[in-house]
């Protein structure tokens, strides 16, 4: 009678090793079909463009080039974009990850006539496009001289809603009876963002931090328009301007997007727990 309970283990175990295995089979189909645009542009990069053609374009470098990403740096000048693109992303993303600390402890913590439609109105902002405020914005800017410059770059993008949203899902979570306690103890509102509200909602705080940089580092549009000089241009616009090169180089064009790309996969990498938790803390109001 003890065969029948052990063998029954021993299916269940097998039946739990077959539904592993085929997990792992479908994640490793989904990571091939999703690195696999990445390993092309890597062989696109590394192979001579003329060479590579004439061979039919396989799969695997062919004549390979190892300079051409010094050659995307500095004859392509991706190393001078991505020091402009730079300054204002880190400019972007603090000015947003401050003023959407602020917003959100108003919209959650303060009590003003009005604040409920307010919230609504900030937060429908996301639904405008950049194309409807970009003739605006440019002739704003060109109005405080600010075209070529950081001000320009940066200026109209100090403030997300995205961010509102996000931070103040996060402060949500945190329990009222916090701030009454903390009141009685004579914490003002300053006080508390900082010392208790910041730090209960850092993984949320953190994520939009990670989302605030890598939409700042992706802008095309508005760099595009408000900066008219070579000197300015972000490396989004660089890596367009390369791959208008004859096909006799467009490897360049290619290294280039590899290097522009790499400040991104190092944030992905090293910051993919916090973002994975930050969007799912102020899931549940605990």
């Known amino acids: 009678?003890?065969?029948?309970?052990?063998?029954r283990t021993q299916v269940h175990h097998v039946a739990r090793r077959a539904r592993t295995a085929g997990w792992y089979l479908l994640l490793t189909a989904l990571a091939v079909i999703i690195l696999f645009p990445i390993y092309m542009m890597v062989v696109r990069a590394l192979s001579t463009p003329v060479t590579y053609f004439g061979r039919g374009s396989p799969l695997y470098p062919v004549d390979v080039e190892w300079g051409v990403f010094r050659a995307a740096w500095d004859e392509g000048g991706i190393g001078r974009s991505m020091g402009v693109s730079t300054v204002a992303t880190l400019l972007m993303t603090g000015g947003q990850v401050v003023t959407a600390i602020l917003a959100a402890y108003a919209f959650a913590f303060l009590r003003f006539p009005l604040r409920r439609l307010v919230f609504v109105l900030f937060i429908g902002t996301l639904m405008l496009p950049i194309e409807v405020t970009l003739i605006p914005n440019v002739q704003t800017m060109r109005d405080l001289h600010w075209l070529n410059s950081f001000p320009g770059l940066v200026g109209p993008f100090l403030a997300s809603a995205l961010g509102t949203f996000l931070?103040?899902?996060?402060?949500?979570?945190i329990p009222t009876e916090l701030l009454d306690a903390a009141s009685l103890d004579g914490y003002g509102h300053m006080r508390f963002l900082t010392?208790?509200?910041?730090?209960?909602?850092?993984?949320?705080?953190?994520?939009?931090t990670v989302i605030a940089f890598l939409g700042a580092w992706n802008q095309f549009i508005w760099p595009e328009a408000v900066s008219t000089e070579t000197h300015w241009q972000t490396v989004q616009i660089g890596v367009a301007a390369l791959s208008a090169t004859t096909p006799d180089h467009s490897n360049i064009a290619f290294a280039g997007a590899i290097v522009a790309s790499l400040p991104l996969v190092v944030l992905l990498v090293a910051f993919q727990r916090q973002l994975v938790r930050g969007l799912t803390a102020g899931a549940v109001k605990g």
Request: net charge positive; proline share 11%.
């Open 1 to 7: 009678m003890s065969a029948v309970p052990a063998s």
């Open 167 to 173: 931070i103040h899902q996060g402060f949500r979570a």
């Open 195 to 208: 010392r208790v509200a910041v730090p209960l909602s850092k993984p949320v705080i953190a994520s939009f």
